[in-house]
């Protein structure tokens, strides 16, 4: 599992108390470091707001580098555009080949356009969770197993991942 | 029409003109519009646009090294698959769809013949990944280019620090590639006042700017929109063209105007290469268009042409 989150912003009572300089963000499950955003010292916040996803004009940038580099696997080669959020795994109810269910979800353009707002109010630990689980109960797996390209199912499943956010 | 000028001695050339080193390595030619490019993102260089020329030539971004661009995009031929209707890639797997020549890049609003890449840089994705093209993916492509003798110096020579990207890798492939232009046909020479049409050429040209030209625009000889031009669908390949990428029932069957530029060495001809000669894409334009819903309305009626007004129009096109 990885995902773009981007424009990620501190807010303390409902202002903005700091935008992070780095703009784009790839957390990937297999590489735990990249989970961890180093915050700013010194910094009092109640709310983060970040989007889940790149924004249409970065979609039409050409190659770009750093964590967007396409090397990472986040960049469709048959029909430009990044993958906003990629989640593969195996589940019996799946008839697929092996079981497997893959959501490859992205998509710039309206009316496929998957890029969400999140919006939480922070907790003591400073820690936000994506509650997968939640996320997999929301859907049929056994309908619902493969989703690669820009459609309407990306736009509903990534609509569902940015409410689990907690 | 036009003999692609591929700058195959830029080193050599560097090195006369070695005073002035941001010497112009692209310039537009007279009578063209504005490049769509922004090469302010991608500045070109020698050093860059002669690493992305070997690695245009390089079988190694290929799964088993077997097939480069220059495979399917043969200088000899416009940068274009001649002869062939679709093209073929690693384990001789054949395509979907045409090679298309390769020339005034600069030029695109997108690529693909149905413009399902929206950047040159990222363009040579598609064919690395495709399965049945190149078969591999640019994370690969990148160790095995950090691992060989030859690139790592010239990637640090081209960027002037160490370390192959992905994005080094793209962008270099775009220099290289929008160095063919194609700017010196008999065309071009024309209409810089440097030839003149033969009395064939010119009965050509007045049928081309009566009956093509709504399409495939002067200079570039295309407008680069979408648009369905009758072609019934081949149902081996059932191919709907742009409708792939956009999922709307109005782009379906459409499909990137191709330039008429180096028109007599890019044959065959269309999406899918079904015609090998040009005679048989006028007989399609005169009297064989499928009608369709989305069918090009610039094509309602057929294009009326006799014998010598064919044989004449393709003088014209193949300048």
């Avoid at chain 1, 424009?7 to 409902?14: E, I, P, V, Y």
């Avoid at chain 1, 820690?127 to 997968?132: A, E, N, R, S």
């Avoid at chain 2, 999922?247 to 065959?268: V, W």
Wanted: with cysteine; aromatic share 10%.
């Amino acid at each position: 599992m990885k995902f773009y989150v981007s424009d990620l912003t501190l807010l303390d009572k409902g202002k903005t108390v700091y935008h992070f300089p780095k703009k784009y963000f790839l957390l990937d499950f297999e590489n735990p470091s990249t989970l961890n955003i180093d915050l700013p010292k010194k910094k009092d916040f109640d709310e983060v707001q970040f989007h889940l996803g790149i924004d249409s004009t970065t979609n039409v940038s050409g190659a770009l580098g750093g964590d967007l580099d396409p090397v990472y696997g986040m960049y469709w080669s048959w029909q430009s555009g990044y993958i906003n959020f990629k989640i593969e795994g195996v589940s019996n109810v799946c008839a697929t080949r092996n079981h497997v269910f893959q959501f490859h979800l992205g998509g710039y353009l309206p009316p496929f356009a998957s890029m969400q707002d999140v919006d939480l109010m922070v907790n003591d630990k400073r820690t936000i969770v994506l509650d997968i689980l939640s996320f997999l109960n929301g859907i049929s797996l056994s309908e619902t197993n493969e989703v690669m390209s820009p459609n309407e199912k990306a736009v509903e499943l990534s609509n569902l991942i940015a409410k689990n956010f907690k | 029409m036009r003999k692609v000028i591929a700058l195959t001695c830029l080193l050599g050339i560097g090195l006369i003109l070695s005073c002035s080193i941001h010497r112009n390595l692209f310039s537009t030619p007279s009578g063209f519009p504005k490049p769509k490019y922004n090469f302010e993102n991608n500045a070109l260089t020698t050093e860059k646009i002669e690493l992305g020329r070997a690695l245009f030539f390089d079988p190694i971004l290929s799964a088993d090294n077997t097939i480069s661009c220059a495979s399917c995009h043969s200088p000899y031929n416009a940068f274009a698959h001649t002869d062939h209707d679709l093209s073929h890639g690693i384990k001789d797997q054949i395509g979907k769809r045409n090679a298309p020549a390769l020339m005034n890049l600069a030029w695109h609003s997108s690529m693909m013949w149905d413009g399902a890449v929206n950047h040159l840089d990222v363009q040579a994705l598609a064919p690395i990944s495709n399965v049945k093209e190149m078969g591999e993916n640019i994370s690969s492509v990148v160790d095995k280019l950090r691992k060989s003798k030859i690139y790592p110096p010239l990637f640090e020579k081209a960027f002037h620090d160490t370390g192959i990207t992905g994005e080094k890798v793209l962008k270099v492939i775009s220099q290289f590639e929008l160095t063919l232009v194609s700017a010196d046909s008999k065309y071009d020479k024309i209409k810089r006042g440097a030839a003149k049409f033969s009395e064939q050429e010119t009965k050509g040209y007045l049928l081309f700017q009566k009956n093509c030209n709504s399409c495939h625009a002067e200079p570039l000889f295309s407008t680069y929109e979408f648009k369905n031009n009758g072609l019934p669908v081949d149902t081996t390949l059932n191919d709907f063209g742009r409708y792939a990428i956009t999922k709307r029932s109005e782009d379906s069957l459409t499909f990137k105007i191709p330039s008429l530029s180096n028109l007599s060495f890019t044959y065959p001809y269309m999406h899918d290469g079904r015609f090998k000669k040009l005679g048989q894409v006028l007989n399609h334009y005169a009297s064989e268009r499928a009608e369709s819903r989305t069918l090009a309305p610039e094509l309602k009626s057929p294009i009326p042409l006799n014998s010598n007004e064919k044989a004449d129009l393709i003088a014209f096109c193949t300048l």
